[in-house]
């Protein structure tokens, strides 16, 4: 009797620690995907942003009609459907020609309203950076919570799959190792 005692008692720490151990990964995972919605949406900001800055470049240099019509397409090409590396990078690209145009249009630089959307569209970009760096650190943290000991007995039989990390798109990693450049 004492053996039948001493083996449910067994089986019931057992299904506690799988139960601790599935929880604690549904909370890590969870993590990932909150940080996933938050990369999503600084880009429906950023898309949000780009309207109202080719607007302003407009008044001042409507005769730029290509580069402000790249950047409407990639705009629209980019906030369509799910995020995609390839439509974000040729807003990017699109993006640097516009704010380019500041330089070659000292009325334009000067702009107050254009100077702000500039602004606004640099913080938005922090925010992004930001976004994709907690995301890295949740996938970091899930990542390791689903491969340590006695987690991984357990993680791929409860649907856990690994969390994938952010990576830098084609136009993201010629920039990082370059210095920037600064004008006054």
Same mark, same amino acid.
Not at 93 to 116: C, M, R, T, V, W
């Given at each position: 009797m004492n053996m039948v005692w001493v083996l449910g008692a067994i089986v019931v720490?057992?299904?506690?620690a799988v139960i601790a151990i599935y929880n604690r990964l549904v909370g890590l995972r969870q993590q990932v995907r909150q940080g996933t919605a938050d990369i999503d949406a600084q880009l429906r900001q950023r898309h949000d942003l780009v309207p109202n800055l080719v607007e302003t470049v407009k008044?001042? +240099?409507?005769?730029?009609?290509?580069?402000?019509? +790249?950047?409407?397409?990639?705009?629209?090409?980019?906030?369509?459907?799910?995020?995609?590396?390839?439509g974000e990078r040729r807003l990017a690209a699109a993006l640097g020609n516009l704010i380019a145009l500041g330089?070659?249009?000292p009325d334009l630089k000067a702009s107050a309203n254009f100077q702000a959307l500039q602004h606004e569209l640099a913080d938005v970009e922090d925010k992004l950076a930001a976004a994709r760096?907690?995301?890295? +650190?949740a996938a970091a943290r899930y990542n390791g919570a689903r491969e340590s000991f006695p987690a991984v007995?357990? +993680?791929?039989?409860?649907?856990?799959?690994?969390?994938d990390f952010h990576r830098l798109d084609e136009?993201?990693?010629?920039?990082?190792?370059?210095?920037p450049r600064v004008g006054f």
């Amino acid at each position: 009797m004492n053996m039948v005692w001493v083996l449910g008692a067994i089986v019931v720490v057992l299904l506690l620690a799988v139960i601790a151990i599935y929880n604690r990964l549904v909370g890590l995972r969870q993590q990932v995907r909150q940080g996933t919605a938050d990369i999503d949406a600084q880009l429906r900001q950023r898309h949000d942003l780009v309207p109202n800055l080719v607007e302003t470049v407009k008044g001042y +240099a409507g005769h730029e009609q290509a580069t402000l019509d +790249a950047v409407i397409r990639g705009r629209n090409a980019a906030a369509t459907g799910t995020p995609d590396p390839d439509g974000e990078r040729r807003l990017a690209a699109a993006l640097g020609n516009l704010i380019a145009l500041g330089e070659a249009y000292p009325d334009l630089k000067a702009s107050a309203n254009f100077q702000a959307l500039q602004h606004e569209l640099a913080d938005v970009e922090d925010k992004l950076a930001a976004a994709r760096r907690a995301l890295n +650190a949740a996938a970091a943290r899930y990542n390791g919570a689903r491969e340590s000991f006695p987690a991984v007995l357990f +993680a791929d039989a409860l649907g856990f799959a690994p969390a994938d990390f952010h990576r830098l798109d084609e136009s993201e990693q010629g920039r990082v190792d370059q210095v920037p450049r600064v004008g006054f």
